[in-house]
């Protein structure tokens, strides 16, 4: 079965503490992402990666890091420096990147208190 | 940062009605829009792309583009309460070329 497959589904932190959120697809996928979604809003770029050993920041990268070492992995930390890391992790990819359409795994939903 | 908007709505269409869910865009020469719908709780799930301009069927899904006016619909024809979520529409943004703008959703409710 083809897919994109986040883990865990649902991950509870406490303040300060660092958190990584994993993401692995089996499309043959080049390109990978990771959207932010709070409550009521839209998806919000934190990273997205083209090719392995790449990637670049998005619109919100502040307070997370990522890495690229496998085609089919691409995890997110959650670091202690994100201001309000509480919301609805979402991991995305694409063939070939922005023209493509993307596919989205199931999500990760993170509380932090 | 290009844009992309949405009438959040909530949009209220009775069961069987045509629902008809609107998405601008800012970027003159965007190539490719594509609708995803979320339901609560769920991550977004593709069901339509669209290329060039006209109208694209699938099923009970029609997208329509027109570029000159830089807007893109999607319309659900005989609307069920399964429908009910949010939609969101997608659009490259070309300059970076390596990422989409999301617009912030429709809410879509299918009254029984």
């Known amino acids: 079965d083809g897919g994109i497959t986040q883990s865990p589904k649902y991950l509870f932190r406490k303040e300060g503490q660092n958190v990584t959120l994993s993401c692995e697809q089996n499309?043959?996928?080049?390109?990978m992402y990771w959207y932010r979604q709070d409550p009521g809003q839209g998806l919000r770029l934190i990273y997205y990666s083209q090719i392995v050993n790449d990637f670049q920041k998005g619109d919100i990268a502040e307070g997370y890091s990522v890495s690229r070492e496998k085609k089919e992995s691409f995890p997110l930390t959650v670091t202690s420096a994100q201001k309000n890391p509480t919301a609805f992790y979402l991991c995305a990819s694409s063939l070939a990147g922005g023209l493509d359409e993307q596919y989205f795994g199931p999500g990760t939903r993170l509380t932090v208190t | 940062q290009k844009e992309v908007e949405q009438n959040s709505g909530p949009l209220s269409v009775p069961e069987g009605a045509i629902a008809s869910l609107n998405c601008t865009y800012s970027?003159?020469?965007?190539?490719?829009f594509f609708w995803y719908r979320q339901y609560s709780g769920k991550s977004p799930e593709l069901i339509m792309s669209i290329y060039s301009n006209g109208d694209k069927e699938d099923g009970r899904f029609t997208a329509q583009l027109n570029k000159a006016s830089q807007y893109v619909s999607l319309l659900i024809r005989d609307s069920q309460p399964s429908d009910s979520a949010t939609y969101l529409c997608a659009v490259p943004d070309m300059e970076y070329g390596n990422k989409l703008v999301f617009g912030a959703g429709t809410i879509l409710r299918v009254k029984s």
């Open positions: 499309l043959n996928h080049d390109a």
């Open positions: 970027d003159r020469v965007s190539q490719s």
